[in-house]
């Protein structure tokens, strides 16, 4: 085992208001759309060539080498929640935050395969989660900035906005970029809201 500092993409998700919603579907119904739900990141992290680094509780921490390919994971998790929603009534509705910010990070190998990842760049990722409005991804301007993603936010139509957040543990403000798909459920809090 050894850890070694790289670049990557730190990509939190997680269920907003998940308890409420574990009482309205109770525990059966519960559990069996979150291992959908797992098993459609799972696809996807391993489509676009990343890692599912942990589960935690109802949300995940994925790691990507390339920006570009975290910025599409995002949008592919997005349209897979709105497929897990279809057809149930908009009360059963999964809703997620996101946060993704891009840094050097330490990794925790093991016999070459990353086991962990831990380091500020990871941190500050969870705490864009926490701040992300429901239904929406909030990034760092660092992840925006990369090669690619500005391109892949806009080939998937989404409306964004900038603003400079104060986060704990981050000494200064950072610019920070709301993204609110434009083909997602009638859910999505809009911008400014």
Do not use: W
Request: charge should be negative; charged fraction near 25%.
């Amino acid at each position: 085992m050894h850890t070694e500092v790289a670049e990557r993409t730190i990509v939190f998700t997680d269920v907003a208001k998940s308890m409420d919603l574990q009482n309205r579907l109770g525990d059966k119904r519960m559990t069996e759309l979150m291992s959908s739900y797992f098993e459609a990141v799972q696809a996807i992290v391993d489509d676009r060539r990343g890692d599912l680094i942990k589960t935690i509780g109802d949300g995940v921490m994925l790691s990507f080498v390339e920006p570009t390919d975290a910025m599409r994971a995002i949008m592919d998790i997005q349209h897979a929640v709105i497929d897990l929603n279809e057809g149930r009534p908009a009360e059963e509705h999964m809703h997620m935050r996101t946060g993704a910010h891009y840094a050097r990070v330490i990794l925790k190998m093991n016999a070459g395969e990353l086991e962990d990842v831990f380091g500020n760049g990871v941190g500050t990722a969870a705490r864009l989660e926490s701040r992300a409005k429901i239904d929406n991804i909030l990034i760092s301007a660092d992840l925006r900035d990369a090669a690619g993603v500005p391109e892949v936010i806009t080939a998937n139509k989404c409306n964004t906005q900038t603003e400079y957040m104060k986060l704990k543990s981050v000494t200064n403000r950072m610019s920070v970029i709301h993204i609110a798909p434009k083909e997602t459920s009638s859910n999505v809090v809009p911008l400014g809201a």
